[in-house]
């Protein structure tokens, strides 16, 4: 019992003290804050280090959305390469959680350090392939998905990605 | 003074109460930010105090709006009930020597009347609401005050006693020598905490608990009427700052300066302690509560009636 | 029954089975590859690995294969020891060590067996540090995509395409590592059913090649139990659908049915409904002779008006569901409603219908065919005309393997012993037809008779059966002991079955069959017929029709004479019902014609107002299949704009029209209800699958898989307030992932998906025992008689049609016989719409002996002229067919104005432009198609 108010006593005594330190807060619009890289804004598509598009449209970050607010549609291009044919990220359901730059195999999917996303109208926050691709490769600047996957495309015939021993002909009898 | 000036002087204490009050919702904010390391209202005006009047522009202008459901008389009467039942509470008030509206020679019992009917505007209000929100906050609040009415009473009972005298002057006038914080320093702390509790303020707030019941009997309020309910709760504060100091703080008295001027200090720092409470002090459970008023507070104001009688007694026979 | 202990838990296990599919009919979760429930246990990939003990006292144990392991009393194993678990982890290591980093861009990822048992066993980290082997691709058609770098060797694929669909081009090559399933050159796989490749393959090497340009994952498709509409056996599917496109077809267990596997027809051919030629909007021809679109209410109210003002005639379709023609039936009254069949069709199904009625012999379901241990097929080509029945027969032929391991007591799926055992002995199956069938691999013997011959060949067999006389004459007289050998072989037989069918157009073959299974009946056999119908609902339609209904041309006079003005045509492209010029006076006759159609086509064209109906993949319908089995399928999605399922603007209009009968009718169900009490011998389509106010455990069947993506975006291009989930008020499904997926009854399964089991292997979650019938009971609701129940009455064949006068080459008149010649891709309507099954399909042909085209002076590849300007046909030389008939491609573009057994002069066509031969770079190879 007495403890107890000794323990309130206490609380309201460090309460008090706070009267001589200093507000956190930030004057946000005047002052900005420092947003650390990997801070989970405004997503974007980004490019692998040769310029190509990174999405392969595989779906897995649309199956890890929380809100199910990615769609796509997976279309092959001639080079062989997967991609999508729309992405399209309604951004007033995103949460901003970031579960689908995790699911990326292929880093294509990365959230930056924007949040200034205000719009008065809510299908302007509905953002299509076109306002998601940007030129560079975001965060993550070595990774080329094709470079390591097994699946040959123009340029990189079976056998030549990363880790891989060229073609077995079938017809050779050596061991 | 004559009767013109009694009125003229009530209302100059209502524009002063209901004025001070509706500072006091941007004054709070900006304690509690200081209190918790940010800044509060600070954008309107100097130091944002035209925060009070942005607000006031809003919820004047909000839809006055009673949902179809509720028992429309009712709805609109229990908001209008606490503001009168506080401002009532402040005619018995001595704000200097000479500065009072009423001198009763009840001026107590007529400040713990008022006080009392203000539990009848959170009833009503939590029952015409027809919202079960709104009906548990509404009964949460009538066995909240109804508990600590008890004591609240008895808890100024030993400062009756040692004044010999109901009337609010003569209890200031009877602490010349010793503010009964001293003598009075349970009475003191119960009042207090039952005084916290009669205005529902933080950390007593349970009858609008945010975080289980929305908030409460003014679920259903908006714009006037729930500015209403607001206005009720500050000037709740008020008067029980007013109050405390009266009782045990000696009111107006003090050396060098003027009576009113160190009444207003008083009560100035009062409000200040409550808002540090509901800056420090969480909100206890709802039946921890019951049990604080029924099983401690109570306890000890009849200890505290005890003692003063003893020691009273005692005094008069040396 | 055995009781054998796992961790310490005793289990009372059925006997006669490996430990594999046990521990699986438990519900315990034990890896595995190679072994799959169709096909037996060869313990391949070692996977599925348990410890065994001898007894209680043995605490080492021994490792074994669960798959090669039979249950057997008292003993002791161990699924979740370390060792046993360590063992199958370092399984999938090494299965693993070559396997390609590419699962995002796979098509089997998230339906990946592979990746499921990777999952399960815990693999994580690949220890080895050398270099991945790689292989080549092969191009194997427009169907298959081919990855092999994808490869764990389980053989599952030439297990499946070889040894239980009898292909012969795909098979393992090469030895140790270099080990490489493929064809021995690049080219189409030649199988009929080299779909089912995309679900016995365990990983990605053999994908959906339709699917791989337009993928959604299987997680993102809305499924709904279907019904196959290619052909009359009514195999059970599940077409998956997003963004308002079919993607695929998928195979729903029936264990009745079609089991594990479907025929391409089935698989690839429904891309139609994605078609371009997909009518959106009501059309009313104007003056001028174009169309406007109207909407539902106007187009409704046109309808209805023109239908109660005329003198309404319609013509159904054995194509649409049983409700809707009976709907339509109901709206103009029965005697002038037309089945919808070519007149010569017509008689065909409606005596199919008459002789399995009256027949003594069972009417077989699709599993029973595989149970038969003789088969006499007469004149069908069944792989071309209903594909999963021959798959059927194939395993049938097995059954003689199966007694000799019974013999020796080993265990039906021990299949690689079994194999060997067995060798090249198979149980007898004899063909008789025109020409050459896919099947005649595994017959006993294949005869290439002209129709007559093949119907006295029957008649022969049946007599030889019940002990009388040959009629002489009729059966040339090399047959004679032919027909006595295969009269004593079904004769001998437990399960003998008889299989004719409508393909080739001959009724003398259709009583034949029945003569001979009657015949066995009499000699106490179980003997059982099958009579292959041609769509999906002839059967029914015949049974909706009955014999007295009048056919296209009977409709015609009346509308000539004045009594009928207005034709109602239901989902019926009356060009494939008969020549150019018979349907064209037909459509003439009338004064109103509208035509309810998905497609454009030739009769919608031809409407006064043509109604867009929605297509199966849209709308609920009930059909008959050949065995008399009634089966529901259900909408996958929602038709688009203002496209109604067929029975919607039928009700719609006779509501319009406020007809009595339509008064208690509200539902789809209250249709199929009305329709049982009306019709009796459709009394059972209300047990084919539960009405709407089923609920599993009071909830509905999702159509959706619980990790349905997207739902937020992916109309939020049109609009960003999401509109309420449309309700069905039809049907016991949903069209959201809410609900309940499990124990439904077997015609309400959507979609197989269970806990750590993403891929099609989760199906024996929903199984009573691994490989058993559905938990909630199987699909469908049988019409007709399984047991036998006729007297044989009508099947006895009354007159004996006088040989044919010698059509063979000697005549003179040079006349030759037409007899159909049906190819699985190509003979029937809706499949060749089917973008990627147009790329298999051959030009228009018609098949020549070597005598008869010298005769002609014609080789093969050039033209030949039918009849006088029917239609001008490649020719193809194919010495199994029998001389003085010709084989031409039924159902083809070309070829509508032939008719079956029709005798027609053949000249060869001066002015035929030679087909260039196809080469490789036609096919795309190296453009990255194929690479994909």
């Known amino acids: 019992m007495l403890n107890s108010l000794t323990s309130q006593l206490r609380t309201i005594w460090t309460i008090l003290q706070h009267s001589f330190t200093k507000a956190e807060t930030v004057q946000y619009p005047e002052e900005k804050p420092y947003l650390a890289p990997r801070y989970r804004g405004r997503i974007v598509l980004t490019k692998d280090p040769d310029g190509e598009e990174r999405c392969v449209a595989c779906n897995l970050c649309a199956v890890a959305c929380p809100v199910d607010c990615i769609a796509l549609q997976q279309g092959v291009k001639d080079d062989g390469r997967w991609y999508p044919e729309f992405f399209r990220i309604n951004f007033s359901r995103c949460i901003m959680c970031g579960m689908c730059e995790e699911a990326c195999p292929t880093n294509a999917i990365q959230l930056t350090p924007d949040f200034e996303m205000c719009e008065y109208d809510r299908s302007n926050m509905v953002y299509e392939k076109e306002h998601l691709q940007i030129e560079g490769t975001g965060k993550y600047h070595d990774y080329n998905f094709y470079r390591v996957s097994g699946l040959a495309i123009e340029g990189k015939d079976k056998g030549e990605a990363q880790n891989e021993a060229p073609p077995i002909d079938v017809k050779s009898l050596l061991p | ?318 | 029954m055995p009781v054998i202990t796992i961790d310490g838990v005793s289990y009372e296990v059925e006997s006669g089975r490996n430990l594999l599919e046990t521990c699986l009919s438990l519900g315990l979760d034990l890896p595995y590859f190679c072994w799959h429930p169709a096909m037996g246990s060869i313990g391949a990939c070692r996977q599925c690995a348990l410890v065994q003990y001898q007894n209680a006292e043995d605490t080492r144990g021994r490792i074994v294969m669960a798959c090669m392991t039979p249950v057997s009393d008292g003993a002791l194993f161990s699924l979740a020891g370390d060792k046993a678990r360590h063992f199958r982890e370092a399984i999938v290591e090494s299965l693993m060590l070559n396997h390609p980093h590419d699962c995002p861009v796979c098509a089997e990822g998230g339906e990946c067996h592979l990746q499921d048992m990777t999952v399960m066993v815990g693999h994580r980290d690949r220890h080895y540090r050398g270099r991945k082997n790689t292989h080549r691709n092969q191009y194997l058609g427009p169907l298959i995509n081919h990855e092999m770098n994808r490869c764990i060797t389980c053989y599952r694929c030439t297990r499946y395409y070889r040894d239980y669909a009898g292909g012969t081009d795909l098979a393992a090559m090469a030895a140790h590592d270099h080990i490489y399933f493929g064809r021995h050159q690049e080219g189409v796989l030649q199988s009929e059913f080299a779909g089912n490749l995309v679900e016995v393959c365990p990983t990605g090497v053999f994908t959906d090649k339709t699917l791989v340009h337009d993928y959604t994952r299987k997680w993102d498709l809305q499924s709904a139990p279907s019904v196959c509409t290619g052909c009359g056996v009514g195999c059970n599917t599940m077409p998956g659908e997003r963004y308002g496109r079919l993607k695929r077809v998928h195979n729903r267990f029936n264990a009745e049915v079609n089991g594990y596997f479907l025929c391409d027809r089935g698989r690839f051919g429904a891309a139609f409904v994605n078609s371009g030629s997909a009518l959106e909007y009501p059309g009313l021809r104007e003056a001028d002779g174009r169309y406007r679109a109207l909407d539902h209410h106007e187009a409704l109210h046109r309808m209805a008006a023109t239908c109660a003002s005329g003198k309404c005639a319609a013509i159904g379709s054995p194509r649409a569901s049983v409700e809707a023609n009976f709907l339509l039936r109901e709206l103009v009254a029965p005697e002038n409603f037309a089945p919808g069949f070519s007149d010569a069709e017509q008689g065909l199904v409606s005596l199919a219908l008459t002789l399995q009625l009256a027949s003594r012999a069972g009417i077989p379901s699709i599993r029973s065919i595989e149970s038969a241990d003789a088969v006499l097929v007469l004149g069908e080509d069944v792989t071309n005309t209903a594909p999963r029945i021959a798959l059927a027969l194939r395993q049938s032929v097995r059954n003689k393997a199966y007694e000799l391991a019974a013999g020796l007591r080993l265990e039906p799926w021990q299949d690689a012993a079994i194999r060997n055992l067995a060798q090249d002995q198979r149980s007898p199956m004899f063909i008789a037809t025109v020409a050459d069938t896919p099947l005649d691999d595994v017959a006993a013997k294949r005869f290439s008779l002209a129709p007559d011959d093949i119907a006295a060949l029957g008649r022969a067999v049946a007599a030889t059966i019940s002990g009388k006389p040959l009629p002489s004459g009729v059966l040339p007289e090399h047959l004679h002991s032919e027909a006595r050998m295969i009269a004593e072989t079904l004769a001998g037989a437990q399960r003998p079955l008889v299989i004719a069918g409508t393909g080739c157009g001959s009724s003398a073959i259709l009583q034949a069959a029945a003569d001979v299974a009657n015949a066995l009946c009499d000699n106490a056999r179980k003997a059982m017929i099958c009579l292959c119908v041609p769509e999906a609902n002839s059967l029914g339609q015949a049974m909706l029709c009955g014999t007295q209904a009048p056919d296209l041309a009977a409709l015609q006079r009346r509308a000539e004479a004045g009594e009928l003005d207005t034709l109602i045509v239901l989902e019926n492209d009356l060009y494939r019902r008969g020549g150019q010029a018979q349907i064209d006076g037909l459509l003439a006759a009338f004064r109103e014609v509208i035509v309810m159609d998905g497609l454009d086509n030739r009769t919608t064209s031809a409407a006064t107002l043509a109604l867009p109906a929605a297509n199966f993949a849209e709308s609920e319908g009930t059909l008959v299949s050949l065995e008399g089995r009634a089966q529901r399928y259900f909408p996958v999605f929602q038709p688009r704009e203002e496209r109604r399922p067929s029975w919607v603007w039928l009700l719609a209009c006779m509501k319009e029209m406020e007809l009595p009968e339509c008064h208690s009718m509200h539902h789809f169900d209250d249709i199929t209800r009305i329709c049982a009490a009306r019709i009796p011998a459709l009394a059972g389509i209300t047990a084919a699958a539960p009405d709407l106010h089923y609920l599993n455990l009071g909830v509905k069947i999702p159509r959706q898989p619980p990790r349905y993506s997207g739902r937020t975006a992916m109309r939020a291009n049109i609009s960003v307030h999401e509109p309420k989930q449309r309700e069905d008020e039809e049907t016991p499904l949903a069209f959201t992932m809410e609900g309940l997926n499990r124990s439904q009854p077997g015609a309400l399964l959507p979609w197989v998906w269970a806990p750590g089991w993403n891929s099609n292997q989760s199906l024996h979650k929903f199984q009573t025992r691994a490989g058993g019938p559905l938990k909630g009971g199987t699909a469908g609701a049988r019409l007709l008689p399984t047991g036998g129940g006729g007297n044989g009455n009508a099947a006895t064949s009354q007159a004996q049609p006088a040989r044919a006068e010698s059509t063979a080459g000697t005549t003179t008149g040079q006349r030759w016989q037409l007899v159909p010649r049906p190819r699985i891709f190509g003979s029937d309507e809706l499949s060749a719409l089917s973008p990627a099954l147009a790329e298999l399909i051959v030009p228009g042909f018609i098949e020549l002996c070597t005598a008869d085209a010298a005769s002609l002076g014609v080789k093969d590849g050039d033209g030949v002229d039918v009849g006088d300007g029917l239609a001008t046909l490649e020719v193809r030389v194919n010495d199994s067919m029998v001389a003085g008939c010709a084989g031409y491609s039924a159902g083809f573009s070309g070829t509508g104005e032939l008719a079956a057994l029709a005798q027609v002069t053949l000249r060869r066509a001066d002015a035929w432009q030679r087909a260039p031969e196809l080469i490789g770079s036609d096919r795309g190879i190296g453009s990255g198609g194929g690479h994909v």
């Not at chain 2, 009047?53 to 009930?81: E, N, Q, S, Y």
């Not at chain 2, 009763?104 to 007529?110: D, K």
């Not at chain 2, 008020?238 to 050396?255: K, V």
Request: glycine share 10%; hydrophobic share 55%.
């Open chain 2, 1 to 318: 003074m004559s009767e013109l000036d009694t009125i003229g002087f009530g209302l100059v204490i209502i524009a002063a109460a209901v004025g001070g009050a509706a500072f006091l919702t941007w004054f709070e904010r900006r304690l509690l930010g200081v209190w918790q390391d940010r800044y509060g209202p600070n954008r309107l005006g100097p130091f944002g105090v035209l925060q009070v009047l942005a607000d006031m522009i809003k919820l004047l202008t909000k839809h006055d709006w009673v949902p179809p459901f509720a028992d429309r008389a009712v709805f609109i009467f229990a908001p209008t009930a606490i503001v009168v039942a506080m401002l009532l509470g402040f005619a018995v008030v001595p704000f200097g020597p000479e500065l009072y509206i009423l001198d009763l020679n009840i001026g107590l019992l007529f400040f713990l009347g008022m006080t009392s009917l203000a539990v009848y505007s959170v009833l009503l209000g939590g029952l015409a609401s027809n919202n079960k929100y709104a009906l548990l906050g509404g009964l949460r609040s009538a066995a909240q005050m109804v508990s600590y009415e008890v004591f609240m009473g008895l808890s100024l009972m030993g400062v009756v006693m040692l004044t010999g005298s109901f009337s609010l002057r003569a209890i200031v006038e009877a602490q010349r020598d010793l503010w009964f914080c001293i003598p009075q320093f349970l009475g003191l702390f119960t009042f207090l905490i039952a005084g916290i509790a009669e205005s529902h303020r933080l950390p007593f707030d349970l009858p609008e608990a945010e975080h289980e019941l929305t908030a409460g009997f003014h679920t259903e309020y908006g714009g006037m009427k729930f500015a209403m309910f607001m206005l009720g709760e500050y000037l709740g504060l008020l008067l029980i700052s007013c109050m405390i100091a009266t009782l045990f703080f000696g009111g107006w008295l003090g050396p060098w300066l003027p009576p009113v001027v160190w009444f207003g200090l008083k009560v100035f720092i009062l409000i200040c302690f409550f808002i540090l409470l509901r800056a420090a002090i969480p909100r206890p459970r709802y039946d921890q509560l019951m049990a604080l008023g029924w099983k401690v507070m109570l306890p000890l104001t009849l200890l505290n009636l005890l003692l003063t009688g003893a020691i009273a007694l005692l005094m008069e026979g040396a």
